[in-house]
């Protein structure tokens, strides 16, 4: 059985993701090793070194010592008997010592009573395809960033550069994916008949369908993350930017979705919290209605509009639309907080 627990990265989080792991008797952990190195020599040696320190880890949580483990660690000097003696006190405080913050509680909970741990994703070998990957997705961010501060582009640019920024961090997912699903056919190939619990970030939710095969029974579960995104307004993207993204991949997207993702997008751009405030309020058809006015703002690119006889400056038509944006959201705002209190008070 692969219990998939999706949750956002986060220490406080934890408290939420305890609960779920129960019952299992492996947990497997999102790492990343996207760091390239000089030469084979040093990332070999950066491989040698984490090993170990999982190695460590390992038998802190489990509480046992597998004879292949004893024999890396003493073959490097370290004393793997030394950390089974521990006591529990000094066994909970090497875990809090060698764990990341965001993993830190879990390991320290399940001490003793986990069979193994595994850490699972990009290895050393795949950092420099990766970080190819990720020139694409960083240079077409840029250019959506780009756009939004500059206020100089066409709605129809605008969904352009966010549906090609969406699709190029897809395509960032899908490489990390493919060698996970790798890793965890692996893992369960090697410990027939176990309760494996893996928690990955929520925006790897296809990586269920990738691990899909007779003879394994799939779980999904979800930590509340309410506790963790205090901004109704990065939670919302959130969802959309994951929602798009996965459909991006599937070959097809929502309009009214990349729309709504825009509006947030410039709400958040405004710096104005009273403007994010309102528009994390906003129903998804509020926010569709808000981009239809703002689409109508943002119709043409501003090179390609007509200028009157004082106004040539680029730089001076992009100023008037960012502020022209701002009074529309805030306007929106007014609007909706309006309408909530006439329907409060039963007005007709």
């Known amino acids: ?10 220490a406080a989080n934890q408290q939420n993701v305890i609960p779920l792991v129960e019952g299992c008797d492996i947990l497997v952990m999102e790492g990343m090793n996207d760091k390239v190195y000089k030469n084979v020599l040093e990332r070999q040696r950066e491989e040698r070194t ?3 320190k999982v190695d460590v880890l390992s038998i802190l949580v489990t509480g046992s010592l597998d004879p292949k483990v004893a024999k890396r660690l003493n073959r490097s000097g370290i004393d793997a008997e030394a950390y089974t003696q521990l006591s529990e006190e000094e066994r909970a405080d090497q875990i809090r010592k060698r764990s990341i913050d965001s ?3 879990i390991l320290t909970h399940y001490a003793g009573q986990l069979e193994k741990i595994f850490m699972v994703d990009l290895e050393f070998g795949d950092a420099e395809r990766f970080a190819e990957v990720g020139d694409v997705t960083k240079q077409n961010f840029d250019r959506f960033s780009d756009a939004i501060v500059d206020s100089d582009a066409s709605w129809t640019q605008l969904r352009g ?3 090609d920024y969406l699709e190029a961090e897809g395509a960032e997912n899908k490489f990390r994916e493919g060698i996970a699903k790798r890793q965890l056919d692996r893992i369960v190939r090697t410990n027939p008949d176990k309760k494996i619990a893996v928690l990955y970030g929520t925006g790897h939710q296809l990586l269920t369908r990738l691990v899909e095969t007779s003879g394994v029974r799939l779980q999904r ?8 995104i205090d901004d109704p307004v990065d939670k919302m993207m959130t969802q959309l930017h994951t929602s798009i993204e996965n459909s991006l991949r599937a070959g097809v997207h929502n309009q009214d979705h990349v729309d709504q993702y825009l509006v947030l997008t410039l709400a958040r751009s405004c710096g104005d919290e009273k403007i994010k405030r309102a528009m994390g309020k906003m129903t998804p058809k ?3 209605s808000v981009a239809v006015r703002l689409s109508k703002l943002w119709e043409e690119p501003v090179e390609d509009m007509d200028f009157d006889e004082d ?3 680029v730089s001076t038509q992009s100023a008037q639309r960012r502020n022209q944006t701002k009074a529309l959201l805030r306007s929106a705002g007014i609007t909706r907080r309006l309408s909530g209190l006439l329907k409060s008070k039963n007005f007709s």
């Open 50 to 52: 984490l090993q170990l």
């Open 1 to 10: 059985m692969l219990r998939f627990i999706f949750w956002a990265h986060t």
């Open 286 to 288: 509020q926010l569709s």
């Open 221 to 228: 579960q979800f930590a509340d993350v309410d506790l963790e």
């Open 103 to 105: 993993y830190r509680g």
């Open 311 to 313: 106004e040539t400056d």
């Open 161 to 163: 550069y966010a549906l």
